[in-house]
């Protein structure tokens, strides 16, 4: 069988795999979040804090408690980090410097998990599992807790009410992604994937010399990090270390795990607002604008326009010969397209345009599909913008699902979709305009721009996937990526919030001749138009001087 043939049948099996739990799946997060009943782990729980889990929210209140509690969790996971010394598991590795612990603290926190460190050689076990994988857990369920919150304020008329932030959280983890967790680290396990608490396992090498390769608890934290589209490995590898992706079942089988949710969030919103066909229209752009990313990425990496990729044939530079390029590709695209970050290649070795095509994913907003949660309050706001522009383009007030879209709930949108190319486009100037920024760059040039560019993208997206070749350690880095994923994280979640308080508040609007229908074709083409008409605007000129001028030379 042929790559190529070998690679169509990977993405007919995923999407295959995804349209079967499509509805099932969307179906069981709409009740998760509809329902009046609490368990009795959860009434634990909120009795243990102090919750009245039946008290609903204004949308202040509401993202006051994504903020402290996003908050709380950076501080513990940084004190974590630098009373690791004390910790069981330590293995003799000592407090992490401040600089990577307030770093990691923030890429956790924020879901984007981006690491400038060496996991296996600065933290041990304790930090891991007691830090990291639970991070990875609630950072992704407040991203579906928002998520959720926007949708009921399309959903709901003359309230001021968006539910309970600590309910939503509680159940995301409990009733959604622990247990599919679990049964994914099963599967994990069964098709070769590791799981252990020895620091390491000593092998006898080649040269007769013998050598430790790092081991960890990698299945419980590899479940998550994709099921929750956060990315961070235990082992510096990723997803390309034979321990965390040993072949090409379970690396098929962990990019349906991080596609997954984004996905089915899409029939969540439909079954909420009491229109399927919504969701669908919204299902549609986001695989539209995946099949196309996919597919050019495919080609720019079949069809090499270097000396030596020519000479091999392909550019298979960077790229782990267990996957060849279809699954390094579809990975990429998958990756860079739902805010998840984990690698099984080196996107720095991909050619110009097929790591623009990664780029560009994010620098789109990460909609197709998007993170848990984040994608799918992303697409909505920009959905909100188009409608927007068409009222413009006829002449009257717009609307979409049955809410007029004023001054307030438009401008709500603006912040939201501006805030993560200010981050980056500022990050990225002033990183080029320093003199010892620059110097910690390994390649200059339109490469040299595009990987620093990748970097901010990747903060400001809550992304945390890297371009390599530059050296992200030093203080300028580490803080203003902590910055930018902060910011790129909280400044839109805020802005969502108050767009879903405003849209709660409203009366339903009848629809009559003059409503845009929001749910065939013609929308589903404005939309997407719209995704392509905002990236394209902002970050054109930045984009032709790096991977568009890499991929023309």
């Known amino acids: 069988m042929s790559s190529a043939v070998a690679g169509l049948a990977q993405v007919g099996l995923l999407v295959v795999a995804l349209a079967a739990v499509y509805g099932p799946f969307g179906a069981y997060l709409a009740g998760v979040y509809s329902s009046d009943r609490h368990w009795r782990v959860e009434r634990v729980l909120y009795r243990l804090v102090g919750v009245d889990p039946d008290a609903e929210q204004r949308w202040g209140a509401y993202a006051a408690g994504v903020l402290g509690f996003s908050f709380v969790s950076i501080v513990l996971l940084y004190v974590l980090q630098r009373v690791q010394a004390w910790l069981p ?5 000592g407090p992490v410097e401040p600089g990577i612990a307030f770093n990691t603290a923030v890429s956790f926190a924020t879901n984007t998990n981006w690491q400038s460190y060496v996991p296996e050689e600065v933290l041990g076990h304790t930090v891991q599992m007691a830090g990291l994988t639970v991070q990875n857990f609630v950072s992704a369920a407040v991203g579906m807790a928002v998520a959720v919150a926007l949708v009921r304020g399309f959903a709901r008329a003359n309230a001021d009410r968006l539910g309970n932030v600590w309910v939503d959280i509680t159940r ?16 994990l396990v069964a098709l070769g994937a590791a799981m252990s608490l020895a620091p390491g396992i000593a092998v006898t090498g080649l040269d007769g010399q013998t050598h430790v390769i790092a081991t960890a608890p990698i299945v419980s934290q590899e479940a998550i990090k994709e ?15 034979p321990f965390s992706n040993p072949n090409g079942w379970t690396n098929l089988f962990e990019t349906f795990l991080l596609l997954v949710v984004p996905v089915s969030l899409t029939r969540t919103f439909g079954i909420m607002v009491g229109d399927r066909r919504q969701g669908h229209a919204i299902l549609s752009v986001m695989g539209l604008v995946w099949v ?12 090499p326009n270097g000396p030596a990729t020519l000479a091999a044939g392909a550019a298979m530079e960077g790229k782990e010969t267990r996957f060849g390029i279809p699954a390094s590709v579809l990975w990429a695209i998958s990756t860079t397209g739902t805010s ?5 290649s080196m996107h720095d070795s991909f050619t110009g345009l097929g790591g623009g095509m990664a780029l560009l994913n994010m620098l789109l907003g990460e909609v197709a599909p998007g993170g848990v949660g984040s994608g799918l309050y992303g697409i909505l706001v920009l959905a909100v913008i188009a409608v927007f522009l068409a009222g413009l383009m006829v002449g009257r007030t717009p609307e979409y699902l049955g809410k007029k879209l004023g001054r307030r709930e438009v401008t709500a949108a603006a912040i939201a979709i501006l805030a993560m190319p200010a981050v980056v486009l500022l990050g990225t100037g002033a990183a080029l305009a320093l003199p010892s920024t620059v110097d910690a760059m390994n390649n200059t040039g339109a490469h040299g721009l595009s990987e620093v560019l990748y970097a901010y993208a990747s903060a400001g997206n809550n992304n945390g996937s890297a371009f390599a070749g530059i050296t992200a350690t030093n203080d300028f880095f580490q803080s203003t990526l902590g910055i930018a994923m902060l910011l790129g994280r909280f400044v839109p979640i805020l802005a969502v919030l108050a767009l879903a308080g405003s849209l709660a508040a409203q009366k339903r609007i009848p629809v009559s001749a003059g409503t845009l229908p929001t749910s065939g074709p013609l929308f589903v083409g404005l939309l997407t138009g719209t995704v392509v008409l905002v990236a394209a605007l902002t ?3 930045a984009l032709a001087l790096g991977p568009i001028a890499e991929a023309l030379a």
Do not use: D, K, Q
Request: net charge positive; aromatic share 10%; no cysteine.
């Open 539 to 541: 970050f054109l000129p």
């Open 172 to 187: 995301g983890v409990i009733r959604v992604l622990l247990p599919l967790s679990f049964a994914a680290a099963v599967v």
């Open 89 to 93: 598991w330590n293995f003799g590795r």
């Open 292 to 303: 196309v990313m996919l597919s050019v990425a495919w080609w720019a990496e079949t069809h």
């Open 227 to 241: 099921l929750g589209t956060n990315g961070g490995g235990v082992l510096n590898a990723n997803s390309a270390h």
């Open 340 to 344: 998840t970050g984990a690698v099984n």
